[in-house]
């Protein structure tokens, strides 16, 4: 099984909004239940332009609002209404009516202190994910630039209180102070209570920030280039930050964790530069925690091009507006950081790179009227001399068209609805399979293929209760219908072999989706109860429970029924009752800071553990445990195993001593 983490999907994914332009944005605040929420307070802000909120307007009688606002530059625009103290909506607006029906909401507590514990004042912590489901789907990613209710400034305790999140199970904020390092991914993610109407998250203990500073010139010349962006992305998910060379070449970036970084230019953003100039990244540049480096200089050379076409096979059309990306010595495969362009009219493209190995491919596989099959190659380009790297992509013209109607249980048609698919219909794809237009018909394009498909469709409150199948070859459309309350829920409890509750476990409850399961976290109450509601019934789930103290535990594959309550087994945790430490330091010579540690035995179950800013690591364990403790390196792409007792807080591994391939 594939499980994607939903924090870590925060860091790839971007909001691709409709163009609205400037003018008049309308639409209807509504109830729960559909009847017209009156008063309510509605605001909203375009990503990335300006200082916040425009001006707040007020829902009328009929639940309608109308906001003049001024976009020239067409972003997404954000709209946020609050109607009374504890509900509220969130979503997006284009040039049609939108609807924005206000859900439950809670009040977040955030506590900050330094890495002495002494409480952080006047650090700005912002909201940047709020979930409203139990699906991947459900989740609103709110612009860095929204002010209150969703940033505020830390007050003298060191506190930060959001009165406005949307009761979903999950919540991502970002700690925004150049005084500090940007949090992990462990320390944002803050799973929430819905039935809690105050949830706290405890301290977040935040670690000095690092910062790394550098100059970027004209490799022949010397001469410094203004306005390049820089950009260091950790390779053990440590975070990712970037800065603007000043008119002298000098450029610092701030918030940086201890971790391992690729630090490389930006160029796709400026067309002049990346026509004619490329650079080698800093590959493997370590950061110190707290650290102020000033060693990362970087050269811009012309290297050499990369050409070629992206056509199809059979006719050799050339196949337009389709990104095509490279890994290589100006970005490294080691972080997710890829080189990319876009095909032109003719299906040409262009690629600038220093000379070495380069990885490239298609990165849209897929998409009106073909399928790209060998969508990667490996090349070796030598500095001043070109190369072609074509692609050919088969026509889909005889895939499978899956068509059909979502209607309501009276029979009329449901507009806006998601259409879920499983297996996804395309290959490590989402089950998301499209979204019905406004008469309810919905058309879903196809690989042809042999596999039987299981179709149902969502919206808002209104499921299908059971999945439609679907057979290659069948041309009669599908009607999927939705109705209330067939929802399921799952619930359980969480305790210890005592029979008291586990008050620090978190419950991820994972959907399947064919072979790709997905989690979303939540938390225990103060009796170890959790609950997760609005479950299609026809999914197939599992709930995992992990805790620092106690050994990890799962449920079996849970059936659900319509609009019923699925109880799990309680949990009994085991407590752990010894441990293991240690420190590993690099090859060179330096601690090993956000390394990744696998943990596996029979006793102590698989764990995943990572190392500080020191290089130093700490797992529980159980006493008398055989523990094999393995870590891959990324450079050198080796791995280092090492069997340890339990117990044992004295592990030293010394990679600078030993640089050979396999373990020590």
């Not at 441990?579 to 060179?588: M, R």
Request: charged share 25%; proline share 5%.
């Amino acid at each position: 099984m594939k499980l994607a983490s939903l924090s870590a999907l925060v860091v790839g994914l971007l909001w691709f909004g409709g163009t609205s332009l400037a003018g008049t944005y309308k639409g209807r605040v509504l109830k729960s239940d559909g009847s017209p929420a009156v008063g309510a307070t509605v605001r909203c802000c375009f990503e990335d332009v300006g200082n916040g909120w425009q001006r707040a307007v007020y829902s009328d009688d009929a639940g309608n609002f109308s906001i003049e606002a001024d976009n020239p530059n067409g972003r997404p625009v954000c709209a946020f209404a609050a109607l009374g103290d504890h509900t509220a909506a969130f979503g997006w607006l284009n040039e049609k009516p939108t609807d924005l029906k206000v859900v439950p909401t809670v009040v977040l507590k955030v506590s900050l202190v330094d890495s002495e514990n002494h409480p952080v004042r006047d650090a700005r912590v912002r909201l940047r994910v709020m979930s409203i489901g139990n699906t991947p789907f459900d989740y609103y990613f709110i612009p860095e630039n929204a002010t209150e209710p969703f940033a505020f400034k830390s007050d003298s305790n060191g506190q930060v209180v959001f009165p406005h999140v949307l009761a979903g199970q999950l919540v991502n904020i970002a700690v925004e102070d150049d005084r500090f390092a940007q949090l992990s991914e462990q320390e944002n993610d803050i799973p929430l209570l819905a039935s809690k109407p105050t949830n706290e998250a405890g301290h977040i203990r935040l670690v000095p920030a690092a910062s790394v500073s550098g100059r970027v010139t004209f490799g022949a010349t010397g001469k410094p280039a203004a306005g390049v962006r820089v950009s260091a992305q950790s390779q053990r998910g440590a975070g990712f930050s970037s800065a603007v060379t000043a008119a002298d070449g000098t450029y610092t970036m701030s918030r940086l964790r201890a971790s391992v970084y690729n630090i490389a230019l930006d160029l796709d953003e400026n067309e002049k530069l990346s026509k004619d100039w490329t650079a080698v990244a800093l590959e493997d540049y370590g950061v110190e925690s707290g650290a102020h480096q000033t060693d990362a200089d970087l050269s811009l050379i012309s290297g050499t091009i990369i050409t070629g076409k992206l056509l199809l096979d059979d006719t050799k059309k050339p196949l337009a507006d389709v990104a095509i990306g490279v890994y290589g010595p100006a970005h490294p495969q080691s972080s997710g950081w890829v080189q990319r362009t876009i095909t032109a009219a003719d299906g040409s493209y262009t690629l600038r790179v220093p000379p070495g190995q380069q990885y490239v491919y298609v990165m849209q596989s897929r998409g009106t009227g073909f399928v790209v099959d060998n969508m990667s190659k490996k090349i070796t380009t030598v500095d001043g001399k070109p190369s072609t790297v074509d692609f050919l992509a088969h026509s889909t013209a005889n895939n499978e068209v899956i068509k059909g109607k979502v209607v309501d249980a009276q029979g009329n048609p449901v507009a806006g609805a998601k259409v879920m698919a499983v297996p996804p219909i395309w290959e490590m794809a989402q089950p998301f399979a499209g979204t019905t237009n406004s008469d309810g018909t919905f058309t879903v394009e196809a690989p042809r293929s042999k596999k039987k498909e299981k179709l149902w469709a969502e919206k808002d409150d209104l499921f299908s209760r059971k999945a439609v199948d679907w057979k290659p070859g069948q041309r009669d459309p599908i009607n999927l219908t939705v109705e209330p309350n067939v929802q399921s829920a799952i619930e359980g409890r969480v305790l210890d072999t005592a029979g008291q509750p586990v008050t620090e476990a978190r419950v991820q409850l994972v959907r399947m989706y064919g072979d790709i399961g997905i989690g979303v976290n939540s938390k225990v109450d103060d009796q170890g109860r959790y609950r997760f509601d609005k479950l299609f019934a026809g999914g197939e789930y599992s709930v995992e429970i992990t805790t620092v103290h106690y050994k990890p535990d799962s449920s079996k594959r849970l059936t659900l029924k319509p609009g019923e309550t699925t109880s799990v087994p309680q949990f009994e945790l085991q407590k752990y009752d010894s441990q293991i430490a240690g420190t590993i330091i690099g090859e060179d010579g330096k601690p090993l800071v956000n390394q990744g540690l696998s943990i596996a035995s029979k006793k102590t179950g698989n764990i995943w553990a990572d190392t500080d800013e020191k290089g130093r690591f700490h797992v529980s364990t159980f006493a008398g445990d055989t523990l094999s403790l393995s870590l891959f390196l990324t450079k050198g792409q080796r791995r280092v195993e090492r069997t340890v007792q339990a117990g044992d807080e004295k592990i030293y591994i010394d990679l600078s001593a030993d640089k050979k391939d396999g373990g020590l």
